[in-house]
């Protein structure tokens, strides 16, 4: 026979089991979170700040052979943000194609976009730099770092992550801006070209933190 005292470590060693198991199969909170736009389906619910944007066909693109594209080339900047939000502390992610542009042929993605007012970090094909922005009644750069300039006419992918005042950005995967600022603390996601810039966007990602 088994004694009361190992009947009820057996009874909780099920019943913890059980749970275990329960917590497996749930999603955690920050992948049940997290938002894609592949641009496979309809276009919905962006806000377009500055610029001209449309999905288009765009060879390389990840699903059905569609991305998004940018293709003002009289603005100083061009923005359009991404539904949902606002975020204080998020990862972001996606890929970009810089197609044509003399004065600029650059993509950038923007975070804490509240009230005209965010952080953009962007890489540019002309030029061989991917540099941290902030835009307050003008773009200020924060900081910036030496690359290679990624190849016009190619994918390539970009990654920020905000976490309270610590801004990180990542160009093919290579950590490249590492910063403390503190000006903007939440907001809502999106994309951003310069001038002449005709970029197309693909597979971003949103994953709060």
């Given at each position: 026979?088994i004694?009361?005292s190992?009947?009820?470590?057996?009874?909780?060693?099920?019943?913890m089991?059980?749970?275990a198991s329960?917590?497996?199969r749930?999603?955690s909170?920050?992948?049940?979170s997290q938002v894609?736009?592949d641009f496979?389906r309809?276009?919905?619910?962006?806000e377009?700040?500055?610029?001209?944007?449309a999905?288009?066909?765009v060879?390389?693109a990840?699903?059905g052979?569609r991305?998004?594209?940018?293709?003002?080339t009289?603005?100083?900047?061009?923005v359009?943000?991404?539904?949902?939000?606002?975020?204080?502390?998020?990862?972001?992610?996606?890929?970009?194609?810089?197609m044509?542009?003399?004065e600029?042929?650059s993509g950038?993605?923007?975070?804490r976009f509240?009230?005209?007012?965010?952080y953009v970090?962007?890489?540019?094909?002309?030029?061989?730099?991917?540099?941290?922005?902030?835009y307050?009644?003008?773009r200020h750069?924060?900081a910036?770092?030496?690359v290679?300039?990624p190849?016009?006419?190619q994918w390539h992918?970009l990654?920020?992550t905000?976490?309270?005042d610590h801004i990180?950005?990542w160009l093919?995967?290579?950590?490249?801006?590492d910063?403390r600022?503190?000006r903007f603390?939440?907001?809502r996601?999106?994309?951003?070209?310069?001038a002449?810039?005709?970029t197309a966007?693909?597979?971003?990602?949103?994953?709060p933190?």
């Amino acid at each position: 026979m088994i004694d009361m005292s190992k009947r009820r470590w057996l009874t909780s060693a099920a019943a913890m089991a059980a749970v275990a198991s329960i917590d497996a199969r749930r999603p955690s909170r920050a992948a049940a979170s997290q938002v894609q736009f592949d641009f496979a389906r309809p276009f919905e619910g962006w806000e377009t700040v500055t610029g001209k944007w449309a999905v288009e066909e765009v060879a390389g693109a990840s699903k059905g052979a569609r991305a998004l594209v940018q293709r003002a080339t009289g603005n100083a900047f061009n923005v359009i943000i991404a539904p949902g939000g606002p975020y204080a502390d998020v990862d972001v992610t996606a890929r970009f194609k810089p197609m044509s542009g003399r004065e600029d042929a650059s993509g950038g993605i923007v975070v804490r976009f509240s009230e005209g007012r965010y952080y953009v970090i962007r890489a540019n094909a002309l030029e061989n730099n991917f540099n941290f922005y902030c835009y307050d009644q003008g773009r200020h750069e924060v900081a910036g770092a030496s690359v290679n300039a990624p190849a016009l006419g190619q994918w390539h992918k970009l990654r920020v992550t905000a976490e309270r005042d610590h801004i990180r950005g990542w160009l093919n995967d290579q950590p490249l801006i590492d910063q403390r600022d503190s000006r903007f603390v939440s907001g809502r996601v999106g994309f951003w070209t310069k001038a002449d810039s005709i970029t197309a966007f693909d597979d971003l990602v949103v994953r709060p933190l």
